[in-house]
Each structure stands twice: as C-alpha cells, then as structure tokens.
C-alpha cells in the first residue's frame, strides 16, 4: 500500500532543473498512526528506464533506442510522477520532510533560502522592504532584471541543448515568482502596488509552468520524431495488464503525451498545495469518529436522559450509507474536510500522501480503497529460477467498477465522490469539483489517459474482468486532444470561461495540441489588437518562444514572427535596455534588422553610448556600415524642404532639427573605413543647408569631417590592393567636399570682410570751446586716428584680396566649374545631380555679386569689369547659371561701375582716354 506510485510515462529525460532541485528521492509523510505499521518504508526510486542523453538532442549524437520501457505500473495512479514531477510542495500544514541518504547530493547544491537552513528574513526585510516596497510598481521594479537575465541565459546556452536552456528559463522565472511572493506577503492589501505585483506574480508564475510544458512535451516529441524510423519490435501477446500498457506507451503518442499533460497539471496543484494545507484543519485519531463512538456510548448508560437526535447505532465504513443515518455533526464536519484535502492531494498527483493520510486519522480501510488502481502483473508466467511476487490488483476490474458506482452515488460527499470518479474516469462526477481551468482540464486528460488505457486493455483480449457494468460512452469514448479543448469551451463555469482567454492558458492550449500555426495566427491577433498593450514580459515570453521555435527548427509563420520581435525590441527601446537591443534585432530578416536598429540609433546622442552601441552591433552580427549610413540618411531626409533662392539677406538660423542633422555625422567618424560614406552623407547634409543659406550649420558639418579624410579614403583602397584609381563615387564625393569648402571660406572671406569694413576707426572731434588740456589731448587723438586708418586700409586691402582670391577659387574651379562631376562613369544619382545643378544656380550668381560689391566699395572698378569677362567666358559658361533678372541686374552694377570710371576721366573699362 505504501509503494512508491510512480507514473506511466517515466522518462528520467524529462527531469527539469527545478525538480532536480527539490529531488525525486525527498519524501512526504504524515506521523505514524498506531495502526501503521511499524518500520514502514517507502519504495526506493525506480532506475533509469531510458536512456537518454538530454543535452544532445539537437546535435543528434545519441544512438535512438530500438524499443522503450516505460514503467506504467502506475498508469491509473495520481501519485505517480516521473522524477520531473516529484518534487514536495514548499509547505505542507503538518506534514515533516524525510530525507534518504540518495538525496544529500542534492540538498548540498540547495541555496539556503531553498533548504530552509539558513533565515535570510532580515536581509530579505532591508532589501525588499526599503528598495522593492518604495517603488510605484513594486512587481515591475523587482523582475526588471528578468530581461537581461533571459538574453544571458540564452548567449550561454547558444552552443549547446535547448532544453538547457528552457530549464535555465523556467528557474529565473521561479526565482522570480518566490521573490515576489515576498514582496506580496508584506505589501498593504488593497493598495494598488499589492494588486500590481499580485498580477505580476500571477504571470510570471503562468510562464514558469508553461516553460515546463514546453520542457516536457516537445522532449518527447522530438525523440519521438528522431526515432520514427527505427524499427520497434512486435510486442508479445502477454497477460499482463502492466506489460500491455507499457506497449502502449511505448507506441502511443497521444496517450504519451497525454500523461505528460496530467503529470504537468499535478505538478502545478503540488506547487500551490502548501497554501491549502495552511487553512484546512483534520485531527490525527486513533479511533474512527470518535464523537459518534462517545455519543452512543452515553446512551447506552442508564444516567442518559432527554432528547436523542438519530445517529448510526453501527460504526462500520458502511454504516451512514446503508442505515441512511448521520455522523455526529464534529465528525461529520471532519470528514467533509479532510475528504476535500484528500481530493487536493489526488489533483496535486500525491496518492501515497493521501494513503498516508488516511491511516492516520483512523480510517485504513479508505487507504486501502485508494490502492486498487494498480495493474495486475505476474512476474512468474514466463518462468523463473526464483518466485517473484505479484504486482497490482488481479481483481482491478471489480475494483473499478466499485469506484465509478461510489462516484455516482449521491448520498456520498461531492469531494468523496470526486475522488473516486478521478480513480475510475468517470468525467461526469470529476467535473463538478474542478473550479479553475488547471483542474478541468486535468480532469478532461486524466479521464483521456483512462479511457485509453482500458480500451487497450480491453481489445487486447487477456482483461481478467470485462467492464460491462460500466458505461458504454466511456468504454467506447474517442477522445482525442482537439475534443478535450471543444469540451472546455462548452463548460458552464464562468471561472473557467474566462480563464480560458488568458494569454498563458491559450498559449499552453496550442502547445498541448502541437498547432504551432493556430499559436501565431493568435499572437498575431493579440498584437493588432493593441490595446490594451501586451504585457512585456509576455512579450519577453513570446520572443523567446519564436527563439526556441527556431532552434528546433520548426517551420512558423515567418511575418508574425517579425512582428514579435519589432514589438518586444520597441519595449526593450522604452523601458532603456539598449544593451539587449542589439541581439533581438539580428533575427530579423536583413534588411529589417538594419531599418530597426537605425532607428533605435536615432535616439541616442552620447558619444560613448553611441560606440557601445555599434561595438553591440557588430558582436550580433548586423551590419554597421549599413545602419550607420541608413540612421544618417533617416535623419538627413526628414526635412523635404526644397531650395530657396538667395538674396543678400542674412543667413537663416540653426534650427533643433538641423542640430540633429549636425550631429548625426558623428555615426560615421567612428570607423576609418567608413570615411567615403562620411564625406557623402555630410555632402548631402550641406548641399541642403547650403540651399537654405544656413551657412554656419554647413561649417558645423563640415568641421565633423576629420582633416585625414581624403588621405584616409585613399589609404583604404590602396590597402584592398586596388590598383585602380578610386571608385567613381568616391572621387566625385572628394571632389565635391572641395568645392562646399572652397565656398564656404568664400563666404567666411566675405563676412569678415563685411565686418572690417563696417567698423572703420571713428575721427575724434572737438568742441569749440574746448580748453587748452583739451585741444591738446585732442591732437594726440588725431595722431592715434591717423594710425588706426592706416592699419585699418591696410587690413582691408589684405581682405580684399583674399575674398577676391576666395571668390575667384570658387567661380573659376578647375576641371568643369564649381560643383561639376569630373567622373562620369559613376552611378546614376538623379537627387544629387538635381542639387548641385541648382547649388550652381543659386551660389555663383550670388558669389558674383559679392565680389563686384567687394571691388566696387574698394573703387576697384576696373576690376568689377573683368567679372564681365569671367561670366561671359566660354570656358567656364557661367552666364549659363543666372537667370534673366539676374544678368539684368548684373549689368546694371557693371554700368554703375563703367559711370564711376569716367568720372575719372577714363573710359568706360577703365582704359585712360586717348586724346
């Protein structure tokens, strides 16, 4: 009775950290009643049935198995578990904690808050309560950290077995579901911190039993899948119920996986069952209801006298059902209470918990009910030196049988025959009981594993009893995993409806059912909907669901999956985790990945940051010349502003986005190699602000660009060995900075110019009745005058001529004109060529007229004529570059010029008259 009940699925492959953690060997027990039987001792943990090497799976370097033992002696069992799934509860009201000598390995590795040995309540009290407590969302504060935590875990687990890491993933998540448990427990109920972090408990606890899921199911269909091929030996027709059910098994994927499903849910049930066994109270007894026991007794003496309310007058197990009397209200009260945790031990899939149970509180017969499920197996048929003793229950059939009619039976407790309807399948009596989605859906799989196991049973044609008297429905149910979820939906329970919607519940639903493309279409529906926002870390979970996905190499709707991440990776972006953003972007199709990480760049302004940022990048293996030139290009074109005509009116100002535009440059300064690329973009940048005569935001960008440039560029190509002369591009790129640079010191010529020649020094003057000190000090200002309007002509005839010589630079440029491609084998650029064809327009014309004003204030006018022949030449054809009014306008000032020469007595160019 006390076996070890383990489960039918035993696959030591499945064994998740977590579980290694809390141990297989760890025991539950209650103290010994006086009718246990003394020395008692639990079965020691079966052996490994499988083996497998977990780790490998995906490099496939295991040999696949020819046939699979599963051991199935517990295959109607609750309490059986495979290794992954016997982990004990944190706390378990009164029950103790036994330890065998197989399980001090483990305890070693436990962290002290695990093994209880060490109270950290203190440190836990300064840390959460000061830190965690103060904040507005005290869950988001505390599992922030959950982030970088999954994109580590993953960066180490990248060489080697997915299910390492998934395992690595469902322990930072129970990490972080105790931490918050903590923090729930001293928050102030009904403020809305403690209904924040309630929630965020609730999530984080769903992802870390759906990581589980996830652990379980696709290791075994994944070793399924590898060992498809294999050929498996005919199983031998045998009597024994156990080795019937093992073929199955081995053979079944469906019933397989369908107890992985029933060993998932116990587990989750186990997880929580501490929080029951708090509240329920039961009375060790070692007499059966003894208030009833002492109410007869007083009956029975002659001083009894008054009102006797009917009772049983027989104490036997029967008695309340057959006579159709009641208990005493006390033990009535009792029953009812630990029959409800009786029911919660078998949910929690902790059968011998139960058994135990039930022994100690007087009622060994109710053990022993729970003990007939066992199938039958006789060790001695196929011979044998030695007699070995037989397994499992020969009468099992009757059994059941006995247990379905006790679930049918309406004078039994609801919870009493709820257990007894989960121990026979029998669906219609399990349901009522089962108020949460977790607990339906367990029924539903648990009655499908039954149902299953009894019809192979059945058609095998060696049952020791036929089950007629039970239903046919059941007998002849076909269930498969797609009905159990239409049967959910039909339910009655308003609970479970609306659980049913959960995110996470959807999720595990579409896991169990292997239909990865109904689990897209539905992210996809949660993502279009938008509001409200998906939870981060449901998008944290989503991502890394596509990630695992991947890696198994399963085939999933491409476009959905790159929706996922552009959302996860724009939370990564708001909540400030720029060191992740990198790696997310990297599995995004190429171009999509360059688009989404220049954008993100665009944001980020410090120049440290801004290496880092790109030293990430290259580690995930994006292309950063490629984003570096694309967020310069995003930036540079968001102003669509064509070009303005100019006038000799004052520069225009430095906007906030021309800033941006400024200092965008830095983004290709970084790396040598990108110095061409640099020259071209900050072209582009100055030709538009060049265009809206922002002439000091030009000189800002052209500043950017590092003085080694060209010789850089060169030294690039000449280190690729190219023997070639420059790409056309480059060249041209070159060529272009030379002319914005030839204009802008031009320009600067000219305003300095402007500047000395609007200050000349101002002539002293002297008052009429001045005094003697006075005149004199005014001679002395005079002499200081005269020598300041020497050095001040002096000045201006050096300026004069280097904004001539400027000027000159920039409208008699060599090789075809200022902003003329001298290589035309480059390619097609119609945006730019536009640009510069309307630069000269704008620029020349203007360039001409300062410097005929220059000449003209400095009565140069017969050089003021010679501009006359730099425009009309035919070498340089810039009469080509001003429009009509211009020219107009331009001949006037010549003609003004001409009128000033012969006032001089000179001809109209200048040339003395000849008489």
């Known amino acids: 009775m006390c076996d070890e009940l383990l489960s039918p699925v035993v696959r030591d492959t499945e064994v998740t950290r977590a579980a290694r953690r809390r141990s297989t060997n760890k025991k539950v027990f209650f103290p010994s009643s006086p009718c246990e039987v003394s020395g008692a001792s639990t079965t020691p943990a079966r052996p490994q049935l499988l083996n497998r090497t977990p780790g490998s ?91 970088p935590e999954f994109l580590q875990s993953y960066l180490r687990h990248s060489s080697s077995a997915i299910f390492d890491l998934i395992e690595e993933y469902e322990t930072i998540c129970e ?28 999530l984080l606890q769903q992802e870390m039993v759906t990581w589980r899921l996830l652990t379980s199911l696709y290791r075994d269909r994944i070793q399924s899948a590898l060992e498809d091929d294999v050929m498996i030996d005919a199983a031998a027709p045998s009597e024994s119920e156990k080795v019937i059910v093992e073929n199955l098994f081995q053979r079944d994927s469906l019933v397989r996986q369908s107890q992985i499903v029933v060993d998932w849910l116990e587990t989750i049930a186990k997880d929580e069952i501490g929080d029951f066994s708090d509240n329920i109270e039961f009375y060790a007894k070692s007499v059966y209801w003894e208030n009833t026991l002492h109410t007869l007794k007083q009956r029975r003496t002659p001083s009894h006298a008054g009102f006797s309310r009917p009772l049983v007058t027989e104490l036997d197990p029967d008695a309340p059902v057959r006579q159709k009397l009641p208990l005493a209200d006390l033990d009535r009260e009792d029953d009812i209470r630990m029959l409800k945790y009786l029911f919660t031990l078998i949910r929690a899939g902790m059968t011998e918990e139960a058994q135990r149970l039930c022994k100690r509180c007087g009622q060994a017969w109710r053990a022993a009910t729970l003990e007939g499920w066992k199938l039958y197996h006789d060790p001695n048929i196929s011979g044998g030196v030695e007699l070995q003793p037989v397994e499992g229950n020969p009468h099992r059939c009757v059994w059941k049988t006995c247990c379905w009619r006790m679930a049918e039976d309406e004078q039994f407790n609801r919870y009493e025959r709820a257990i007894y309807a989960a121990l026979s399948g029998n669906l219609k009596q399990l349901l009522p009981v089962c108020d949460s989605w977790e607990d339906t859906v367990w029924a539903y799989f648990r009655v499908l594993v039954d149902t299953l196991v009894e019809q192979e049973i059945c058609s095998s044609g060696t049952a020791l009893h036929q089950l007629e008297e039970l239903p046919r429905e059941y007998l002849e149910a076909n269930w ?47 993502l279009s909907h938008g509001k409200p926002a998906l939870p981060s870390h449901l ?15 399963m085939q999933i709707k491409e476009e959905i999956s790159v929706d996922i991440l552009k959302t996860y990776i724009q939370v990564l972006v708001n909540k400030k985790h720029t060191d992740l953003i990198a790696f997310y972007v990297s ?11 220049s954008e993100f760049l665009e944001c980020v302004t410090e120049t440290d940051q801004r290496k880092h940022c790109l030293e990430l990048a290259k580690e995930a293996g994006l292309d950063v010349a490629a984003v570096t030139k694309t967020v310069v290009e995003n930036i540079r074109k968001r102003d669509a502003d064509d070009f303005s005509h100019h006038d000799l009116a004052l520069d225009s100002g430095t906007s906030e986005e021309d800033l941006r535009k400024i200092d965008v440059i830095d983004w290709l300064v970084f790396d040598p190699s990108q110095r061409a690329e640099a020259l071209k973009q900050s072209n582009a940048i100055m030709r538009k602000f060049l265009g809206s005569k922002k002439h000091e935001a030009a000189k800002e960008v052209f500043a950017k660009i590092p003085e080694d440039s060209m010789r850089e560029i060169y030294k690039q190509w000449e280190a690729q060995g190219m023997d070639i002369p420059l790409p056309a591009e480059d060249q041209n790129a070159i060529r272009e900075h030379l002319c914005i640079r030839a204009y802008l010191e031009a320009h600067e010529a000219f305003n300095e110019w402007f500047k000395h020649m609007n200050s000349p020094p101002q002539k002293p003057t002297l008052s009429s009745q001045a005094k003697f000190t006075e005149t004199v000090a005014h001679e002395m200002k005079e002499k200081e005058y005269e020598l300041d309007c020497r050095n001040w002509k002096g000045r201006l005839e050096a300026l004069t001529d280097d904004v001539r010589d400027r000027i000159y630079n920039v409208l008699l440029f060599v090789d075809g004109g200022w902003m003329v491609d001298v290589r035309e084998d480059a390619e097609a650029d119609p945006e730019r060529s536009h640009q510069m064809t309307l630069l000269r327009r704008l620029c020349l014309p203007m360039m001409a007229f ?19 022949d730099i425009v009309s030449s035919e070498q340089q054809k810039l009469y080509q570059v001003f429009s009509k009014e211009e020219l107009r306008k331009f001949l006037r000032k010549l003609r003004e010029s001409s009128l000033l020469l012969l006032d001089k007595d000179l001809d109209p160019l200048g040339y003395e008259i000849q008489s």
């Open 57 to 147: 799976l995906l490099k496939h370097s295991f040999t696949p198995l020819i046939k699979r033992h599963p051991d199935v002696s517990a295959i109607l069992s609750t309490g059986g578990k495979s290794p992954r799934y016997s982990q004990t509860p944190a706390r378990l009201g009164n029950l103790s904690t036994n330890l065998d000598d197989s399980d001090w390995t483990n305890t070693l590795y436990l962290s002290p808050q695990q093994s209880g040995l060490v109270d950290s309540s203190f440190t836990e009290d300064v840390t959460m309560s000061a830190v965690m407590l103060k904040e507005d969302d005290p869950g988001e504060a505390a599992s922030f950290s959950m982030f």
């Open 175 to 202: 990490e972080q579901v105790g931490m918050l448990k903590k923090i729930v427990t001293r928050a102030t109920p009904g403020q809305q911190k403690f209904s924040q972090t309630a929630s965020m408990l609730w």
């Open 480 to 526: 498969t995993l797609e009905r159990v979820f239409e049967e959910l939906k039909a339910t009655e329970k308003k609970r479970v409806l609306e659980e049913t919607k959960e995110h996470y519940h959807v999720i595990q639903k579409f896991v169990i059912l292997g239909d990865l493309d109904g689990l897209m279409e539905e992210f996809s529906d949660w």
């Open 539 to 553: 998008l944290r979970f989503m991502t890394h669901l596509i990630l695992f996905f991947r890696s198994l190499g």
């Open 587 to 597: 599995h995004l199709p190429a171009d999509m990945a360059i688009a989404q990480y």
């Open 850 to 868: 300062l410097l005929h004003s220059v000449l003209h204030s400095t009565e140069q006018h017969q050089e003021c004529l010679r501009l006359a």
